[in-house]
């Protein structure tokens, strides 16, 4: 065995699906660039391309200002927004977001977001050493 790992794009939007429900309608996969990789929950695809370009830059932003301040390294936000929240998160050298209504409990959103990135970090940690 070469300990190679196939994570076949469609199964992974499957996955990201499965928090789908009234209120979290959407879960993106992106690098650290911005770069979307795979999303469910979106309708058509640019508006989580400008998203995920999006919570990259916060993410990057506050990643940065923390570490100068000492602070360790960022390992989720809540970004509360005029039309909805916005949850991120990190799964192994990417992010992950999850997107909301205003009315969804915050708590929700998080244990969504951690039961899914705590689900996707060992294949996704497995491909990115072998990319």
Request: with cysteine.
């Amino acid at each position: 065995s070469t300990g190679a790992v196939m994570l076949r794009h469609r199964t992974l939007i499957e996955v990201l699906g499965q928090v789908n429900s009234a209120d979290v309608t959407g879960a993106m996969l992106f690098n650290r660039e911005g770069v979307l990789l795979a999303y469910n929950g979106y309708g058509e695809g640019n508006a989580a391309n400008v998203s995920a370009a999006l919570i990259s830059s916060i993410w990057d932003a506050f990643d940065r200002k923390g570490t100068v301040a000492g602070r360790e390294d960022l390992k989720e936000m809540i970004v509360m927004c005029e039309d909805g929240v916005m949850g991120a998160t990190k799964v192994a050298n990417m992010l992950l977001a999850l997107k909301a209504t205003s009315s969804v409990q915050p708590g929700i959103l998080r244990a969504k977001m951690h039961k899914l990135a705590q689900f996707l970090d060992e294949p996704l940690t497995q491909i990115s050493k072998n990319i």
